[in-house]
């Protein structure tokens, strides 16, 4: 019963909900929809399906003709923006300031010295300062209209464009179909719209995990890959970098998956604690937030 | 980092919802359409098609446009008193006659028109806490044009539970009677025969009709509103509004009858009324939800320097069922005293008063309305409904002596009307 639509989605029909799975960001995607209503599933998929892949085109860093790529090459001139970029811009300017800098979109550039690939491979200390220059989201000057910063910064809405994408996409179905439950899981990062009907849960299998999470509403992202990672002389270096000294944050989790409200704030808690080094748990706690932390 | 900080969560979650508000305002286009039925049992048929458009866009602006095209036809009454004897009347035009059987309230069946509306609204946050609206409408039907303009600000208090509003508005008619603006009070001039030939009627008729004077009116609206939110389940409305209109307020298609001592009408006189009218209103809404139902009651109170006071008491109760259906009774009562100068008929030696009409409308009445609505939503956010209501309205004896065989006539006729609505919004 499986169909292969033109957005490239493949549609389900389960016991009691229609699924619908795609490829997008890198990752397996797919929406779950309260329905068993086939033809408003499909046009539900094919709306969803679209703002997921117009939010990568836009953002994503590994596309040449996009607005990323247009602010990554602009050698030190200012670039004019949008309204939904200067949102994320700002939000990012929110996560730098509440993690006292250390959630950063512009650390990205330091993967050109760390390849996370499971080798043993450190850099030198010499490679790592002539990027740090290039680090520093303070650097970086924008307003409702323009982004302007140094030649050779990056930008990766890497951070936080996924979970944003969960979120959007979720106030798409709030709008379209306000009375049905849609499940949003982009890679693993996850929101409801609503409780399904009857109070069933959804049943969802997040990587890192060995079981199956319920979830009844609200959303989960994770942070952290356990398959990233340098093993040197017996230390383990978590792919998760400090922007200020440019070397792995000592003692992270290798992932942390936390429930909140919207998708935005679990991927925000969890990059952040993950940040946080040996105290992610610490501060999980503190902020009262339901985790889940692997530590391998 | 700020470890010990659970303001970082606050934080971070008012930041998420300014991230995604630019987004979730964003809207399609949201339509809502609906035809409605009227009937007046042998008067006048109405068929009413609505068709309004609304778009949520950025930064919670709203824009809004709304057609509304009505037809009707049938008859309705002119305003002259029953008679024991068939009456003939003039038409409005002065080119035919129309007739009042035995015992019949005189209905002038050559009403038939058809009214098109258009209107816009524009909506946008002004500054923190301000809002302000502003818009346009335009009507246009065989002899009426109306154009007005509207500004609403809004101010809101306390957290947005409060909020206060001064809304202006002005409108422009212009009226062109068919047959064109009777002289008011001037005796109707019915053909029976003592007429020459053709041009000595044309003459008297138009002897009837108004020259110069003012042939529209305008009206000016100024409505201070509060919106009061109690808790998640009870808002309240209060609104205070004033209202001037000045120029031709006469409904030129109606007459008043005057009546000897007998009862008979010796000859029927187009109704006349003043330049202007100052109405205020007020009124107060409360609404109300509880676990699987909603109860919605108002009042409204309206005084005018006509002498027409009025109090409408309306109330709906909504429930609410698992399959996201409902099922609203719906209830409106209505009590109205009469204008000054209403008078059922003139009697025939008294001085004739500067201002006097015989319509219903502004004479004495009670009159309720009971319905019910059966709404259902559908899982892709699309809405219908089906309205069905019985409206009765009973003139009321306002205390005029009738004399001679008037008295056996029904002075004060009733009129029942039922209204049924589809409306879909998708």
Not at chain 1, 98 to 118: P, Q, Y
Not at chain 2, 104 to 112: I, V
Not at chain 2, 124 to 137: C, D, I, K
Request: proline share 3%; hydrophobic share 35%.
């Amino acid at each position: 019963m499986a169909t292969l639509a033109q957005q490239h989605y493949e549609l389900s029909g389960h016991d009691s909900y229609i699924s619908a799975r795609f490829q997008a960001m890198a990752s397996p995607c797919e929406f779950l929809f309260d329905t068993l209503d086939k033809s408003l599933a499909d046009s539900l998929a094919q709306k969803g399906v679209a703002q997921a892949r117009r939010i990568e085109q836009k953002f994503s860093r590994y596309a040449k003709d996009n607005l990323c790529f247009a602010i990554n090459n602009a050698e030190g001139a200012s670039v004019k923006i949008d309204d939904e970029c200067y949102r994320l811009l700002a939000f990012a300017q929110t996560c730098f300031e509440l993690s006292d800098g250390m959630f950063d979109l512009t650390s990205g550039v330091l993967r050109r010295a760390w390849k996370f690939d499971c080798s043993s491979h450190i850099p030198q200390q010499r490679q790592i300062d002539a990027l740090l220059p290039l680090v520093g989201w303070e650097k970086v000057t924008f307003d409702q209209h323009s982004i302007q910063m140094k030649p050779g910064m990056e930008i990766d809405f890497g951070g936080i464009g996924k979970e944003y994408a969960v979120s959007a996409i979720a106030d798409i179905y709030r709008i379209h179909a306000p009375d049905m439950s849609v499940l949003i899981n982009l890679g693993g990062d996850i929101q409801i719209t609503k409780p399904r009907q009857h109070k069933l849960p959804w049943r969802v299998g997040i990587e890192n995990h060995e079981h199956v999470i319920s979830i009844v509403q609200g959303a989960l992202a994770t942070s952290g890959d356990a398959k990233r990672f340098i093993l040197r002389d017996g230390k383990r270096y978590s792919h998760i970098l400090n922007p200020k000294t440019g070397w792995p944050v000592a003692n992270a989790p290798s992932s942390v998956t936390t429930h909140a409200p919207l998708c935005v704030q679990a991927g925000c808690l969890a990059t952040l604690s993950l940040l946080n080094g040996k105290d992610a748990e610490r501060f999980l706690q503190n902020q009262d937030v339901k985790y889940w932390c692997t530590r391998v | 980092m700020q470890l010990n900080k659970t303001d970082l969560k606050k934080a971070l979650f008012a930041a998420s919802c300014t991230l995604l508000a630019g987004n979730s305002v964003a809207q399609d286009w949201d339509f809502d359409t609906a035809i409605m039925y009227y009937g007046e049992a042998d008067r006048v048929q109405a068929l009413e098609g609505i068709f309004q458009a609304k778009k949520t866009l950025k930064d919670d602006k709203e824009f809004s446009a709304k057609l509304v095209v009505d037809s009707l036809t049938g008859a309705s009454a002119n305003g002259a008193v029953q008679q024991a004897t068939a009456q003939t009347f003039t038409t409005p035009s002065g080119n035919g006659q129309y007739t009042a059987n035995t015992s019949e309230t005189p209905l002038d069946d050559t009403f038939l028109d058809t009214r098109v509306q258009i209107s816009a609204q524009w909506s946008q946050p002004l500054a923190e806490n301000y809002v302000v609206s502003t818009g346009a409408n335009v009507s246009n039907e065989y002899d009426y044009q109306s154009i007005a303009f509207n500004g609403v600000l809004g101010r809101y208090f306390n957290n947005k539970n409060t909020t206060a509003s001064l809304g202006l508005s002005y409108a422009l008619d212009s009226v062109d009677p068919v047959g064109g603006r009777p002289v008011g009070l001037s005796t109707m001039v019915v053909d029976n025969g003592q007429f020459s030939d053709e041009a000595a009627y044309r003459s008297a008729f138009d002897a009837t009709r108004q020259t110069g004077g003012e042939d529209g009116k305008n009206t000016v609206d100024v409505i201070l509103g509060l919106t009061q939110v109690i808790n998640r389940q009870w808002i309240t409305q209060f609104n205070v509004s004033l209202s001037e209109v000045d120029g031709y307020l006469t409904d030129p298609y109606k007459v008043v009858s005057e009546v000897d001592a007998s009862g008979m009408a010796t000859q029927q006189r187009y109704e006349n009324r003043p330049g202007s009218r100052s109405k205020q209103a007020f009124f107060a809404q409360s609404k109300y939800r509880f676990e699987s139902s909603v109860w919605d009651i108002s009042y409204r109170l309206t005084n005018d320097d006509w002498g027409i006071n009025s109090h409408t008491i309306e109330s709906r109760y909504r429930f609410l069922f698992d399959n996201n259906s409902y099922l609203e009774p719906h209830i409106r009562l209505y009590q109205q005293g009469e204008a000054d100068f209403y008078t059922p008929f003139l009697r025939e030696g008294d001085a004739v008063p500067e201002f006097a009409s015989a319509d219903y409308r502004i004479g004495k009445l009670n009159a309720y309305t009971f319905g019910i609505k059966y709404g259902k939503k559908l899982k892709s956010g699309r809405e219908y409904g089906v309205r069905l209501e019985y409206y009765n309205q009973a003139s009321q004896d306002v205390g005029v002596e009738a004399p001679g065989g008037l008295n056996s006539l029904d002075l004060y006729p009733s009129l029942d009307a039922v209204i049924l609505q589809f409306d879909y919004k998708f």
